[in-house]
């Protein structure tokens, strides 16, 4: 029997998240509640966000209705992703704007779903305050992603994507994810103000009342 060569640290990681997203493809998505259940120390950054997130708790029902609104606010993870150009980037880069971060997968029906909705969140709400950032967490057949949005009629999103599934691990060792789709509504500070775990009409008539508000762009 042949021998076959080490691999590489890099490669077992790689091997390692494949695994665990196609056991989560197997099951599906779980629906749970934002919440860090009393695992993380409340941070002060975010205290001046916490007014922000009171006000938007009303505008979280009809098409999403299943929307966390945090109660503390607390700052996202700087996470870690390739740009559309394929190069380096993190939330960071996005300082100054509220975002509606989104983790998705090619094999994860439901994020294939919603995908057009956030399509058509991004072409309404779009702004230099205000970006929906989806963050493709395919690990294999890397070329999938780029040609499935492409199929869809995609054209207002742009493509983020990690590869290594970093994004994925980071947001579920935090506690902060069960699941795909996960969604996190981020103020202009950085700062979690909702997270909705499973699919959501984010075109609909409730979702825009909310990025508005969200962005300051009504009262």
């Not at 740009?83 to 996005?94: C, K, R, V, W, Y």
């Not at 305050?129 to 989806?134: D, L, N, Q, S």
């Not at 691990?169 to 509504?185: I, V």
């Amino acid at each position: 029997m042949t021998e076959q060569p080490a691999a590489s640290p890099q490669r077992n990681r790689g091997a390692l998240a494949f695994v665990a997203l196609s056991l989560i493809a197997g099951v599906g998505f779980l629906y749970v509640k934002a919440g860090r259940g009393g695992k993380k120390e409340h941070s002060a950054a975010c205290d001046a966000s916490k007014p922000l997130a009171q006000s938007l708790a009303s505008l979280a029902k009809g098409e999403l209705a299943a929307l966390a609104i945090a109660k503390e606010p607390e700052p996202i993870q700087t996470l870690a992703f390739n740009g559309p150009d394929g190069a380096p980037t993190s939330l960071e880069a996005f300082k100054g704007k509220a975002l509606l971060v989104n983790v998705w997968a090619t094999w994860c029906v439901p994020c294939r779903g919603e995908m057009p909705a956030l399509d058509r969140l991004q072409q309404a709400a779009g702004s230099d305050k205000f970006e929906v950032v989806a963050i493709n967490v395919d690990t294999t057949r890397l070329e999938r992603p780029k040609a499935f949005l492409d199929e869809i009629g995609v054209k207002n999103l742009k493509f983020y994507a990690d590869p290594k599934a970093d994004v994925f691990f980071r947001l579920k060792q935090g506690g902060e994810l069960m699941g795909l789709p996960t969604t996190y509504l981020v103020d202009s500070a950085g700062c979690t103000l909702g997270q909705l775990s499973g699919p959501a009409a984010w075109d609909s008539a409730e979702a825009l009342a909310l990025i508005r508000r969200a962005t300051g762009s009504t009262p």
